[in-house]
């Protein structure tokens, strides 16, 4: 599959790259390339401005492979590879994102933690090729952690790649899921190991739940996101799928916990300088939402 022109939507400025309607307002080329791609506010994205250097031409490219749906196209057909070489791209010392999203996760983020103790993954990306081999030289998966039912992908792929044991509340186990290795029930956070905790967080799903790294990570599916200025936290009523009841004391659950960075499935990522401040920010998401 590759984007068509015949579908090129009308918002994109004339150029190498452009997006077609096959568009789902995934977000995930707005994060990759903000300098490249747009919202259009019409439900999808657009190329407001072409590249004009060789930094700004690979994040597009980086974009045009992690786009869930294969929107994004070049005319004439670009090289793909630096943007396949750009997954997993780093974040932090041992952590990554994945890009290479799935349509069945609607574009969803996923996230690989490099410890000598195993990898995570941490929901599923897309399984191709060139990933599963990167992510096989970065020491394979160890454990899988699926924050909810609806970014769980091609996971079974992962399993058998990599023979991961993947982690699921068992309140969102569905058909698909059935076989989950490491299924966890409750509410109380688990310790899965020294620098590892599994955090449930019902509301957006039943079984919703957050992975803490380091007291310093939290991985948070998509119970809580950082918004697109990148200035503060958001979570939506819109689109929480359980109870918005339980999802603000989950919310409120969280200020017990330390850490510095929200890693979400949807939405964007967000990084402080302290866990007081995180709590500052989630303080004052939870006044904005009515919450004591």
């Not at 995570?120 to 399984?127: F, T």
């Not at 090729?129 to 990167?134: D, F, I, S, V």
């Not at 096989?136 to 998966?141: I, S």
């Not at 688990?190 to 739940?209: C, E, F, M, Q």
Request: proline share 6%; charged share 20%.
């Amino acid at each position: 599959m590759v984007a068509r022109q015949s579908l090129r939507v009308p918002e994109n400025v004339s150029g190498e790259f452009f997006v077609d309607s096959s568009c789902i307002d995934c977000d995930a080329c707005r994060q990759i390339a903000p300098g490249t791609f747009a919202d259009s506010g019409l439900g999808r994205s657009f190329v407001f401005r072409q590249p004009r250097r060789e930094a700004e031409r690979r994040r597009a490219v980086m974009a045009l492979v992690a786009c869930p749906t294969v929107s994004i196209g070049t005319s004439p057909k670009a090289d793909a590879s630096p943007g396949v070489s750009g997954f997993p791209e780093p974040i932090a010392a041992g952590v990554y994102y994945c890009g290479f999203t799935s349509a069945s996760s609607f574009g969803a983020s996923s996230y690989l933690i490099q410890r000598p103790e195993g990898n995570v993954l941490i929901d599923s990306p897309r399984a191709a090729g060139p990933l599963l081999e990167r992510i096989a030289e970065l020491g394979g998966v160890r454990w899988m952690f699926l924050t909810h039912r609806d970014d769980v992908a091609d996971h079974r792929a992962f399993r058998q790649r990599f023979g991961c044991e993947r982690l699921l509340h068992r309140a969102d186990i569905s058909h698909d899921t059935a076989e989950i290795e490491m299924p966890f029930d409750g509410r109380e956070v688990i310790p899965l190991a020294p620098d590892l905790k599994v955090v449930p967080v019902p509301g957006h799903t039943r079984g919703s739940a957050a992975l803490l790294y380091r007291d310093r990570f939290l991985f948070t599916g998509d119970h809580l996101w950082g918004t697109e200025d990148g200035a503060s936290l958001g979570a939506s009523r819109a689109v929480c799928w359980f109870s918005w009841a339980e999802q603000v004391r989950s919310l409120e659950r969280l200020l017990e916990l330390p850490f510095q960075w929200v890693l979400p499935g949807h939405g964007r990522q967000l990084r402080v300088e302290s866990t007081a401040a995180m709590h500052h920010q989630l303080g004052q998401l939870l006044a904005r939402l009515g919450a004591s």
